[in-house]
């Protein structure tokens, strides 16, 4: 049974008004802070749209004590975390997470560039640059028009209708007035009244609490501000229709506290693809294939519910009539059963969230379930949207979630009397027999990650004849639909990947439901329907995501594609590994190793990848933005120089990001990365651009590779060994997530490494110097490895190799 979910968090507010909330997680290997201001895109000055969103930029440009080189983001980089920020209508969030021992550093940098921006104007008419790229984008990518086009129901005066992304025109940086107002805006939210810090980590309460009061000591003591009050939204509800896709919205003036809740739990069952619930019979009726229903805007008792169907133009009518009968049917129920399943889902999903999950968590002030409270809510909701008595007699509530059930314990299934889980091997001859079939299984149950946690991994790979063709891999995918949603619910991220003819079923998460998962999983593959329908498509993506979703099936050498499921299945050949399992859930996945399908083979190679050549790949993006992604494999498949690699991809990020970004101005996104795709390590270099073409954008590349040698020889000895720590403390087991631990292992297996490959990396990075770090920059300079190239234009006349 899992172990129960972590405590609500402590909440105080400090002396000087900033406001906190703390969570204690022993089990964490990371730490995490969030700060929320409440100041948002819809408090700046009418005249100046953009504004919020543009100080949020600014205030990663560095400050005097902290540079650009050395503030959050390359800090936060540089030490393998995450870190980002978002302006939305009446809030501004920074985040980061971090290994715990740099947290205090990262937290220390947090409160300076927020309370000591620089904010100088060449800084600024640069930043502005960056802001008109995104907009450009923005005003071409078609998810967020879409999103910004549910908004046209509404009065024309609310500020939802409103343009507040900031470009060239509304952001003027020259005018004495908008320097008044960018320095007021600050001053005015960017103090301890309006903001909440929430920080979660291994640490006690007591030291997260020291920390929260240090940060608090660097910010500006304020008052709390009270935010303006919007205009009504005046409409109960209003729909669109557009190709494929139709949406229903529903707008609340006036609701009352615990609304929040109320919409997420009535959204839940909404989405529900379950027998008797509205999507199905949607699809049975043929009015509909899919379903999403969300919030989309919340404040001060205002929201809107946004419920989006794939579904033909001339449906929508009919589609919403059976809406309101659902609700109508939904509004008499008992909740009680769904109140206990949805608290022990949300419950599950709080016990794998990691220290920045959770920090999200409680900066929104989220209640892990329905409390009482808010029934009250839920049926002004309901009856807002004008609900009846009358219903249809066919709907009925879905059934419970299989894997959220506690499987009964085993009795120390196949041990010896006596003997633990720690005597791995010990095993009589009879044992041996009776487990004939898992020790010739090709499934690895792996000790390189300690079974003593509640999670675990479980990776199935099959190498099949042919790559599964576009439609079948459509019919893979959905046949999964609802295992993985309700192995989500129960705290398992369950995915499948064709990528050529290599086929992966991953899962990761709480352990204790997985074997469930796993034989649920098996079964929907194996049954998939010749004459099952596809997959809805997908709205467009901007065009460097289409380049990285792309690029796994361009890395692997081509392969011819087939359509027969079952030859496909019976004649592939299999393994795989699982790590993190205790001996009670190795004992469960019996039932399922039995039903894997195809031929178990201990033997199988890792897939063929980018060979040492120049290859492009021409992807049509269908946007007028540039895109560009430079693929740049390792020379060999050592872990020595992996680490090399490793190194060089750290030390590139922030000078990668500063030249193409900040001083060229290419585009607002531009990135540098390290990846492992099919066991090879390869570095990552992205841009797009509203200008520049890919041929331009790949010159510039190049340029700043060329430059690599000469920012190494800048390092002084000290900074080298510190980046050089900093990469290897990011491969200790103290702060590796069980989640990420499993997927490193899996690349190692792929690549042929033994089950020692953590501690070897570790060691390998130890061992890099100055010498090792530039022949390393050398073979990438050169192409030793191999390039790919995926690009929105067709090759240059070069020396590329070319395909389609």
């Known amino acids: 049974m899992p172990a129960p979910t972590h405590p609500r968090p402590h909440t105080e507010t400090l002396a000087n008004g900033l406001r906190v909330t703390l969570r204690h997680v022993p089990d964490l290997k990371r730490s995490a802070a969030v700060l929320r201001v409440a100041a948002g895109s819809h408090d700046v000055p009418l005249a100046w749209p953009g504004l919020a969103h543009f100080l949020e930029h600014l205030l990663f440009l560095g400050t005097e004590r902290f540079p ?4 959050l983001m390359a800090y936060v980089q540089g030490h393998g975390g995450q870190v980002n920020a978002s302006t939305r209508e009446r809030t501004t969030e920074f985040f980061f997470e971090l290994p715990t021992r740099a947290f205090s550093d990262g937290l220390e940098r947090l409160s300076d560039m927020l309370a000591k921006p620089r904010m100088n104007l060449d800084d600024q008419l640069r930043e502005r640059e960056v802001l008109q790229a995104e907009f450009v984008a923005w005003s071409q990518d078609p998810a967020a028009q879409q999103q910004f086009s549910l908004f046209e129901g509404l009065p024309a005066e609310h500020p939802l209708r409103g343009f507040h992304a900031g470009n060239r025109d509304s952001l003027q940086v020259e005018s004495v007035e908008f320097q008044q107002a960018l320095k007021d805006f600050h001053q005015q939210f960017y103090q301890t009244g309006q903001v909440t810090l929430s920080l979660v980590g291994p640490q006690g309460l007591d030291e997260l609490k020291a920390l929260a009061e240090q940060f608090a000591a660097a910010l500006p003591v304020g008052d709390k501000v009270a935010q303006a009050a919007t205009v009504p939204l005046a409409v109960k ?20 506290e615990s609304s929040e809740e109320a919409l997420a739990f009535l959204c839940h069952w909404l989405n529900s693809a379950k027998p008797g619930g509205l999507l199905a019979h949607l699809q049975q009726q043929q009015l509909a294939d899919g379903l999403k229903a969300a919030p989309v805007y919340r404040f001060a008792g205002q929201a809107l519910l946004h419920l989006e169907f794939t579904a033909p133009t001339e449906s929508l009518d009919a589609i919403r009539e059976q809406l309101l009968d659902w609700l109508s049917f939904f509004a008499q129920q008992d909740w009680t059963p769904l109140r206990k399943e949805y608290a ?3 419950q599950r999903q709080q016990q794998v969230s990691g220290a920045l999950q959770l920090a999200r968590l409680d900066s929104e002030q989220r209640e892990t379930g329905v409390s009482e409270n808010a029934a009250t809510p839920l049926e002004q909701i309901l009856a807002e949207i004008g609900t009846v008595d009358n219903f249809s007699r066919h709907w009925h509530l879905p059934t419970a979630n299989p894997f959220l059930r506690a499987n009964e314990p085993l009795a120390n299934a196949g041990l010896i009397r006596g003997q633990t889980s720690a005597h791995r091997g010990l095993r009589t001859f009879a044992q041996d027999r009776s487990r004939g079939r898992r020790e010739r299984s090709p499934m690895q149950f792996s000790q390189a990650l300690p079974d003593s946690g509640d999670e675990g991994a479980i990776y199935l790979r099959w190498q099949v004849e042919a790559a599964a063709s576009t439609e079948l891999h459509s019919r893979l995918q959905r046949s999964l639909r609802q295992t993985q949603q309700d192995a989500r619910e129960a705290g398992v991220e369950l995915s499948f990947g ?7 079923l991953k899962l990761t998460g709480l352990q204790e439901p997985m074997p469930g998962v796993l034989e649920h999983a098996l079964k929907c593959l194996t049954q998939v329907d010749a004459d099952s329908p596809l997959t809805a498509p997908e709205t467009p993506l901007i065009p460097i995501r289409q380049l990285l979703e792309a690029l796994p099936e361009h890395a692997l050498q081509s392969a011819e594609t087939g359509d027969d499921t079952q030859r496909l299945w019976t004649t592939s050949r299999w393994d795989g590994l699982a790590l993190g399992l205790n001996q ?14 195809g031929i178990p083979d201990t033997q199988l190679p890792a897939p063929a990848t980018i060979t040492a050549q120049k290859h492009w790949r021409h992807i049509a993006t269908a946007s007028s933005e540039h895109a560009l992604l430079l693929c740049c494999p390792t020379a060999g498949h050592g872990i020595a120089g992996e680490a090399a690699w490793r190194l060089l991809a750290q030390l590139c990020q922030t000078p990668f990001y500063q030249r193409l970004r900040v001083e060229l101005q290419l585009g607002y996104a531009v990135f540098s990365a390290l990846r492992q795709m099919q066991g090879q390590t390869v570095i990552l270099f992205g841009v797009q651009s509203p200008s520049a073409k890919p041929a331009e954008l790949l010159e510039h590349i190049q340029q700043f590779l060329n430059r690599i040698p000469a920012l190494f020889e800048q390092l002084d000895d000290d900074s080298l060994s510190q980046h050089r720590q900093n990469l290897a403390d990011q491969f200790d087991e103290a702060n590796l997530s069980s989640k990420d631990a499993a997927e490193l292992l899996w690349q190692a297996k792929l690549a042929g490494h033994s089950s020692d490959y953590l501690e070897q990396l570790r060691l390998d990075i130890g061992q890099l110097n100055r010498q090792t770090l530039l022949r390393a920059a050398q073979r990438l300079i050169s192409a030793e490895g191999g390039w790919l ?4 234009d067709p090759a240059p006349e070069t020396l590329w190799q070319a395909a389609n």
């Open 237 to 256: 509800s209003y729909q669109q229709v557009g190709e494929q896709r139709g949406n229903l919205i529903f707008a609340f003036d006036a609701l009352p």
């Open 584 to 597: 009670q859930t190795q004992s469960a996945m019996g039932l399922a190793l039995s039903r894997i399908p």
């Open 789 to 792: 190239c995926l690009a929105s």
């Open 498 to 504: 064709a990528t050529g003819n290599q086929w992966l």
């Open 68 to 71: 650009t080189g050395e503030g």
């Open 344 to 346: 022990a889902l949300l």
